[in-house]
């Protein structure tokens, strides 16, 4: 049974003009706007909520039997769907396979294996072998374990080698030309007592922090205190370094200059002396010295600058006897 369609009375409705003349009061006027308004709430209530509650409800909007869905009333048919995804077979029917660790047999427990091995998993990756669960296996270098752990040391080895430091067996005999490998053969006191495992080194560059000594820190303390070379850039001056720590130490940049110091000077004076004896000889003009002021050395000063000037440094930790 088809669903009765909705049609105004007059057909065009409130267009039509013969059911519809102008108004010569205000009661005529509410009444035909009223009216329109008046079929549709009668065709709802009457007609549609009827044919939708009726037993054919579904069959008079077009719903027909499908497999175990009945053509019957609209409650009944929407029972039928929600017991069809839930009951035994459910999650075959929207394409849910079983596979491993998810053998539900209804769309909830298919659901609720999904959500176990998500549960499950998560802790796998949290736990102490959480690297080795996705395929991380152990490499020189890297630790084997959390995979928070692995993602931290290689950023680590990141930022050491964007620092220009070599990272630890990130050199292998392998990698070393031969001569360069022979060399360090050669160095037998470190090779045969495994001294040069101990060697570390950090580079780097830094801007001046202003004028004065400064404080400089590494960026992962040693284990003793290195010995350190820094080199300013561009810099008509020197860098003065002390305080070393296996944390840091403290620089200085400094520009030579002079002070103080006088010139020296030299008084000289006109005199006439008589080119022979007698009463009227002639006289021969002479210039002679009268005094001599010797001059004074410059002391040489240096002063501090708090220009940005760059400033390269190499600290090197030598555990061994190399």
Same mark, same amino acid.
């Given at each position: 049974m088809?669903?009765?369609r909705?049609a105004?009375n007059?057909?065009?409705?409130?267009?039509?003009?013969a059911?519809y003349p102008d108004?010569t009061n205000?009661?005529?006027?509410r *009444?035909q706007?009223?009216?329109?308004?008046?079929?549709?709430?009668?065709y709802? %209530?009457?007609v549609?909520l009827? /044919?939708?509650e009726? @037993?054919a409800?579904?069959?008079n909007?077009g719903g027909a039997?499908v497999g175990?869905?009945?053509?019957?009333?609209?409650?009944?048919?929407?029972?039928?769907?929600?017991?069809?995804?839930?009951?035994a077979?459910?999650?075959g029917? +929207?394409?849910?396979k079983?596979v491993?660790d998810v053998?539900?047999d209804?769309?909830?427990?298919?659901?609720e294996?999904?959500q @176990? %091995?998500?549960v499950?998993y998560?802790?796998?990756l949290?736990?102490s072998?959480?690297?080795?669960?996705i395929g991380v296996?152990q490499?020189?270098?890297?630790p084997e374990?959390?995979?928070?752990?692995?993602?931290?040391?290689?950023?680590?080895?990141i930022?050491d080698?964007?620092?220009?430091?070599?990272?630890d067996f990130? +050199?292998?005999?392998?990698k070393l030309?031969?001569d360069?490998?022979?060399?360090? *053969?050669?160095?037998s006191a470190s090779?045969?007592?495994?001294?040069?495992?101990?060697?570390?080194?950090?580079? &780097?560059?830094f801007? %001046?922090? &202003?004028? &004065?000594? %400064?404080?400089?820190?590494?960026r992962e303390?040693f284990?003793?205190a290195?010995?350190?070379?820094?080199?300013a850039?561009?810099f008509a001056?020197?860098?003065? +370094?002390? &305080?070393?720590?296996a *944390?840091?130490?403290?620089y200085c940049?400094r520009?030579?200059?002079?002070?103080?110091?006088?010139?020296?000077?030299?008084?000289s004076e006109?005199?006439f002396v008589?080119?022979a004896?007698?009463?009227?000889? /002639?006289h021969?003009e002479?210039?002679?010295?009268?005094?001599?002021?010797?001059p004074t050395m410059?002391t @040489?000063?240096?002063?501090?600058?708090?220009?940005a000037v760059e400033i390269g440094?190499i600290?090197? *930790?030598?555990?061994?006897?190399i």
């Amino acid at each position: 049974m088809a669903l009765e369609r909705m049609a105004f009375n007059p057909e065009q409705g409130f267009a039509d003009a013969a059911a519809y003349p102008d108004p010569t009061n205000e009661e005529e006027v509410r *009444e035909q706007l009223m009216r329109p308004q008046m079929q549709l709430r009668d065709y709802i %209530n009457t007609v549609l909520l009827t /044919a939708l509650e009726s @037993a054919a409800g579904a069959a008079n909007i077009g719903g027909a039997a499908v497999g175990k869905l009945p053509a019957g009333n609209m409650q009944g048919l929407l029972q039928a769907l929600y017991d069809w995804f839930t009951e035994a077979g459910g999650a075959g029917r +929207v394409g849910v396979k079983a596979v491993k660790d998810v053998q539900g047999d209804t769309v909830q427990t298919a659901l609720e294996g999904v959500q @176990a %091995n998500l549960v499950a998993y998560r802790q796998q990756l949290q736990g102490s072998q959480g690297a080795r669960a996705i395929g991380v296996s152990q490499y020189p270098g890297i630790p084997e374990g959390t995979l928070q752990a692995v993602l931290e040391s290689l950023a680590g080895q990141i930022r050491d080698v964007n620092a220009g430091i070599i990272p630890d067996f990130g +050199v292998t005999w392998a990698k070393l030309a031969q001569d360069v490998a022979d060399m360090i *053969e050669a160095v037998s006191a470190s090779q045969t007592s495994g001294e040069l495992d101990d060697y570390r080194m950090e580079t &780097g560059t830094f801007q %001046n922090a &202003g004028a &004065g000594w %400064n404080t400089f820190r590494f960026r992962e303390a040693f284990d003793e205190a290195p010995r350190v070379t820094v080199t300013a850039y561009d810099f008509a001056g020197f860098v003065m +370094v002390k &305080g070393v720590t296996a *944390e840091g130490f403290l620089y200085c940049l400094r520009i030579p200059g002079w002070s103080g110091g006088t010139p020296g000077s030299v008084s000289s004076e006109k005199v006439f002396v008589g080119a022979a004896t007698g009463t009227s000889p /002639a006289h021969n003009e002479k210039t002679v010295v009268t005094a001599v002021n010797l001059p004074t050395m410059q002391t @040489a000063t240096t002063a501090t600058t708090s220009a940005a000037v760059e400033i390269g440094y190499i600290a090197v *930790e030598y555990g061994g006897d190399i």
